[in-house]
């Protein structure tokens, strides 16, 4: 048997420490970014600066902020990260199904999975690509895309999980769990008050998109314990 050493670290990168660094970076850039934006929200555009419970997520990605200056180094980061995102979890899904090959069952449902967790990577390089004060039809279809997609991915990769021994059921279980916050947060933005209705509607919108945000990072850096606990996981896929 022949062990590719190469292909090993690749996998071990993209399954393992790119997840972890881009939920990292994704926290440490977008609170930069907080700090760089000018300021305004939809209800009070002379607010200063970002405000955590007022302010989406998007606005960082604006060309120019709620306030009518312009917003091109918190953009800047906001949009990059986006990108890194969006082409990070693209590879991480497109590596994933191979550890399930074993069962064709669990090797086409994980296929699947991959489908989706693709289109949710573009949805993050959409949104990157189509600022809400410039395209709006196209950044919330892009937005609701992401959501859409991570809930069919994780819904997929729960099963094939709990169906396998892979993985300890405790990382489908992480993934029902997650899937559940999705269904809420869909939901929620579907029949919720209208964040343009009110200020109160605006906070609460806000706070729910900044929770299931916190939520999705988390789910994606445990779900990579499950590799780094069972080093042996990724190597034996290397055996021929």
């Known amino acids: 048997m022949n062990f590719n050493w190469v292909s090993n670290l690749r996998n071990d990168f993209w399954m393992i420490q790119a997840p972890r660094s881009v939920a990292a970076a994704f926290i440490i850039f977008n609170l930069i970014g907080m700090q760089l934006y000018p300021g305004g ?20 990605g604006r060309v120019v902020a709620h306030n ?19 082409i990070s979890f693209s590879i991480f899904y497109t590596a994933l199904p191979e550890l399930f090959s074993y069962s064709k069952v669990n090797h086409f449902i994980a296929k699947i999975g991959t489908i989706f967790g693709l289109l949710g990577g573009l949805s993050f390089v959409g949104v990157a690509l189509t600022p809400s004060d410039l395209y709006l039809d196209l950044h919330i279809l892009f937005a609701n895309g992401i959501f859409r997609m991570t809930l069919a991915t994780s819904l997929c990769f729960g099963i094939v999980i709990y169906r396998s021994d892979v993985l300890p059921s405790k990382y489908a279980f992480g993934y029902v769990f997650f899937a559940l916050f999705l269904i809420m947060y869909i939901a929620v933005s579907e029949f919720g008050p209208s964040a343009r209705e009110s200020e109160a509607a605006m906070i609460f919108q806000v706070v729910m998109q900044k929770l299931i945000v916190v939520v999705f990072l988390l789910s994606v850096v445990y779900q990579t314990f499950g590799f780094s606990n069972n080093p042996g996981l990724i190597i034996n896929k290397q055996l021929t």
Do not use: A
């Not at 312009?70 to 990108?83: C, P, R, W």
């Open 41 to 60: 929200t939809i209800h009070n555009p002379e607010s200063e600066k970002y405000q955590l419970t007022q302010n989406f997520f998007s606005d960082l």
């Open 68 to 86: 009518g200056v312009q917003n091109f180094h918190s953009s800047l980061i906001f949009n990059l990260t986006l990108l890194i995102i969006g």
